[in-house]
């Protein structure tokens, strides 16, 4: 009697837990707990007010909790086999250690949870799906660009390093050469003041931007490639 009693209640709690308007609840408690944090970051808000908005912050993580073990009641060991349960398990145990609660940056991680309901808007999952498939040619072309900034920063150093602080070691090299691939006044900050001592140097800031150029179309091209095949793939199952 106990255990038939015991499986009734885990398949209420389970039904529960499945339901739509449970995962509504949670998705709408979540994005409330976002606007309580950024508040917390405002400048206008009090000492008083903030303590208020901690305290609500603390509820919502008890609700979080609740939700979690009402989870690991209904699921019992299959809860731990769906990645997005060890996700959210992950995410709540974090954000609950006692010493995190004074870390509004720990405390944040509690929103990425909101990726999990992305399943619920086709269009949304759809993005989602796509940036995951592109992430080999990021990583691809990431690689590519690590090797061609590091080649590029030591030839910086051996060239400018001597005069100019921005290239005077690898670090503050890698920083500016960044600074010039982001094309953020480049030519007025970096590049002209080093061609005023350094004629010839336009070679060196004109090559590197020609090859970054050429790397990010190169990564473009192969992300619309990507998302074409993508589509085609979709529409021959149909």
Same mark, same amino acid.
């Given at each position: 009697?106990?255990?038939?009693?015991?499986?009734?209640?885990?398949?209420?709690?389970?039904?529960?837990?499945?339901?739509?308007?449970?995962?509504?609840?949670?998705?709408?408690?979540?994005?409330?707990?976002?606007?309580?944090?950024?508040l917390?970051?405002?400048?206008?808000?009090?000492?008083?007010?903030?303590?208020?908005?901690?305290?609500?912050?603390?509820?919502?993580?008890?609700?979080?909790?609740?939700?979690?073990?009402?989870?690991?009641?209904?699921?019992?060991?299959?809860?731990?086999?769906?990645?997005?349960?060890?996700?959210?398990?992950?995410?709540?145990?974090i954000? $609950?250690?006692?010493?995190?609660?004074? /870390?509004?940056? %720990?405390?944040? &991680?509690? @929103?990425?949870?909101?990726?999990?309901? =992305?399943?619920?808007f086709s269009?949304l999952?759809?993005?989602?799906?796509?940036?995951?498939?592109?992430?080999?040619?990021?990583?691809?072309?990431?690689?590519?660009?690590?090797?061609f900034?590091?080649?590029?920063?030591?030839?910086?150093?051996?060239?400018?390093?001597?005069?100019?602080?921005?290239? $005077?070691?690898?670090?503050?090299?890698? /920083?500016?050469? %960044?600074?010039? &691939?982001? @094309?953020?006044?480049?030519?007025?900050? =970096?590049?002209?003041?080093?061609?005023?001592?350094?004629?010839?140097?336009?070679?060196?800031?004109?090559?590197?931007?020609?090859?970054?150029?050429?790397i990010?179309?190169?990564?473009?091209?192969?992300?619309?490639?990507?998302?074409?095949?993508?589509?085609?793939?979709?529409?021959?199952?149909?």
């Amino acid at each position: 009697m106990v255990s038939k009693a015991w499986e009734k209640d885990k398949r209420k709690v389970k039904k529960l837990v499945e339901g739509k308007s449970f995962d509504w609840l949670i998705m709408s408690l979540i994005l409330m707990d976002a606007v309580i944090l950024g508040l917390m970051t405002a400048a206008f808000i009090t000492e008083t007010l903030k303590a208020d908005l901690f305290v609500l912050d603390r509820l919502f993580m008890a609700i979080f909790i609740a939700e979690m073990m009402m989870k690991i009641y209904a699921y019992g060991k299959k809860f731990f086999k769906s990645g997005w349960n060890v996700f959210d398990f992950t995410v709540i145990a974090i954000s $609950s250690v006692p010493f995190t609660s004074y /870390f509004i940056i %720990l405390r944040t &991680f509690r @929103l990425f949870r909101l990726l999990r309901y =992305i399943n619920k808007f086709s269009r949304l999952k759809q993005v989602i799906n796509t940036f995951i498939s592109l992430l080999p040619n990021f990583m691809a072309m990431l690689l590519v660009f690590i090797v061609f900034i590091y080649v590029f920063a030591i030839m910086s150093v051996a060239l400018f390093g001597d005069i100019f602080v921005e290239f $005077s070691n690898l670090g503050s090299a890698l /920083f500016a050469l %960044l600074q010039i &691939f982001t @094309l953020d006044g480049w030519a007025s900050d =970096i590049a002209r003041p080093v061609m005023a001592v350094y004629p010839h140097a336009w070679l060196f800031f004109v090559s590197y931007v020609f090859v970054s150029f050429l790397i990010v179309i190169s990564f473009l091209m192969s992300a619309v490639s990507e998302i074409v095949r993508r589509q085609f793939m979709l529409k021959s199952r149909i």
